[in-house]
């Protein structure tokens, strides 16, 4: 597995073609059908009256060889759910992800501060990546020097879009592609970063394999 020439797509909540290396988004409710995936609790899916057994259940799948990651997780301030619960139920996924020493894949809206807080008042040690990373300058530097990783996916397809301006800013070893839940290939997002970036397709695949052996195979 991993080898130098594989396309990589570390985020994708529907699996496609077997050759791509593919971190599948597992929802905690599912069985394991993917040979590698991240599970987590979504901020969306915070069920508010089962949140222990949430959390239980997370742990136990994150038994598996397969579970590389928890996520995607985190804050998202455009949902009903209480910001202070989604903060609770984000801290102890960070928690277990320290004990397990997983990476954490990270769905922030509109709550990067708190996010940064969170990662400086609880020092966590183990990789963060924000995935679909589509926001600006300021943002892109602030997670940089507190040492996160990024996703870069559709938006990547725009010209004009935040994604599009920032990735050349992020050195390549915090680098990272996905298709999430968008109706492309990964090929389609290399091809578009790999134009952006003024890279070989094949130099882009090596260092995001590099990058993912470093980050998500480190244990
Ligand atoms: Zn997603």
Known sequence: MNSDSNYIDIHTHSLKKSETIQVYNQPIEETFHANLCSVGIH??????????????????????????????????????????????IFKEQLRLAEKHKKTIIIH????????????????????????????????ALQLLKSGCYFSFGKALLIKDSNASQVISIIPS??????????DTTIENIYSAASNILNLETETLKKIISANFKNVFLHS
């Open 43 to 88: 901020p969306w899916h915070i069920d508010i009256a089962n949140t222990k057994q949430q959390l239980e259940k997370l742990e136990t799948l994150l038994e598996s060889k397969k579970a590389l990651a928890i996520g995607e997780c985190g804050l998202d301030k455009l949902i009903d759910v209480p910001i202070q619960l989604q903060e609770t």
């Open 108 to 139: 922030c809206v509109r709550a990067f501060d708190d996010l940064l807080r969170i990662r400086k008042e609880m020092k966590l040690t183990v990789p963060m990546i924000v995935h679909g990373f589509n926001n600006n300058k300021e943002i």
């Open 173 to 182: 070893d915090r680098l990272f592609l996905e298709t999430d839940d968008a």
